[in-house]
């Protein structure tokens, strides 16, 4: 079978692939924002839009000539911004998304090249790239496949990613055939309906004694000094050393989870509303449920596995998992076990959830 996968690198680069890619992101940067407002002021005056093709069109022959500079840069990059510009548009017109916003200097920075004739492939420790040359990583992921494109990444704090998207044969990994039900907590991460609860490590929450201090320091720093901008690393050091924490632990559990079970079933969380509850948003963000999901899902698919997304509106954690009898007291969110009214069996709320959330994954899954 074959599938597309990403594969993500440390760079390392030299001074003068640092400059390349500050000048690449900067052009990408502008060429967006420039075709943004283009596109906002035509509409706004002749409510009319331009397509990617008009805007690719009005790059090569008017903007490049207008500024010169613009050719130092990879021409591919280039157009791929003008891709995600249309894309953003898209995913707008769909309603997927918010209309599409101006790009800053000093959020996350990339750029998108694509693999044309092989001008993108790795050679030992580095990766060769259009313009850039063989920049120095840490290879430590190998693969066997064709290399269709490669994002350049520079994050808030300085580190550089470079993300090769590979076309690949691959074969499905083999599981332990387990079937398990989930269900998400902010105490736990989530409980399974074998009664088993995985602590949740609240990185965010044990970072925030330091991130607090840094941000005080940060915001008595002079506007646009260079003390300014080290505390600005320092902060955004700390706010990635959480998520990286938080980040090998997800795959950890998601990977336990892949490996021991054919079928996993979870509640289809809205996690986006649920965050609009102010007392709870900030340790939701912390949980990172849909990012844990989103790892679960392709490394059940990985393995031959399913994952089985219940309703919301299934009420599993007020129905009695062995008479089926619901009990609408348990509604509040302080009553964390109970007694069933008719059968008189004693429930952990989370864990009753759970095995509610897996015989309603099985029957979906059955019908």
Not at 126 to 141: D, F, M, S
Not at 229 to 252: G, M, S, V, W
């Amino acid at each position: 079978m074959t599938r597309i996968r990403g594969y993500k690198y440390r760079a390392y680069p030299d001074k003068k692939q640092r400059e390349f890619f500050s000048k690449n992101f900067g052009c990408c940067r502008f060429v967006y924002n420039h075709y943004l407002a283009m596109r906002k002021a035509k509409w706004e005056e002749w409510h009319d839009t331009m397509s990617y093709s008009e805007t690719a069109k009005d790059l090569a022959n008017n903007l490049k000539k207008e500024h010169e500079w613009l050719k130092d840069a990879d021409s591919t990059a280039l157009q791929q911004s003008l891709r995600h510009l249309d894309n953003a548009y898209q995913n707008f017109f769909k309603k997927r998304s918010g209309y599409p916003k101006f790009k800053k200097k000093r959020s996350v920075q990339s750029y998108r090249t694509m693999n044309n004739k092989g001008s993108i492939r790795i050679e030992g420790d580095g990766i060769r790239l259009p313009k850039a040359g063989k920049v120095k990583i840490v290879n430590t992921i190998k693969f066997e496949g064709r290399i269709l494109s490669a994002t350049v990444s520079k994050t808030s704090s300085g580190r550089y990613y470079i993300s090769l998207q590979v076309e690949e044969e691959y074969e499905l990994l083999p599981n332990k055939g387990g079937e398990i039900g989930l269900d998400a907590g902010l105490t736990a991460l989530y409980t399974d309906s074998a009664n088993h609860k995985i602590e949740n490590p609240r990185t965010l929450s044990k970072h925030e004694k330091r991130l607090r201090r840094l941000q005080r320091e940060l915001s008595r720093k002079k506007k646009d000094s260079k003390n300014r901008e080290k505390a600005r690393k320092r902060l955004a050091r700390e706010h990635e050393k959480a998520a990286d924490i938080r980040n090998d632990f997800q795959h950890k559990m998601t990977y336990r989870l892949a490996r021991d079970n054919q079928v996993v079933c979870i509640e289809d969380l809205n996690v986006k509303e649920m965050m609009g509850n102010h007392r709870f948003a900030r340790s939701i963000a912390d949980a990172s449920w849909s990012e844990f999901f989103r790892k679960l899902e392709y490394k059940m698919g990985d393995r031959g596995g399913i994952l089985i997304k219940v309703p919301r509106t299934y009420p599993s954690s007020q129905r009695c998992s062995c008479c089926g009898r619901q009990n609408r007291k348990v509604r509040d969110l302080s009553i964390r076990s109970w007694i069933c009214p008719e059968c008189g069996t004693q429930h952990d709320r989370d864990v009753n959830s759970a095995v509610n959330i897996l015989a309603k994954g099985l029957e979906m899954l059955a019908s």
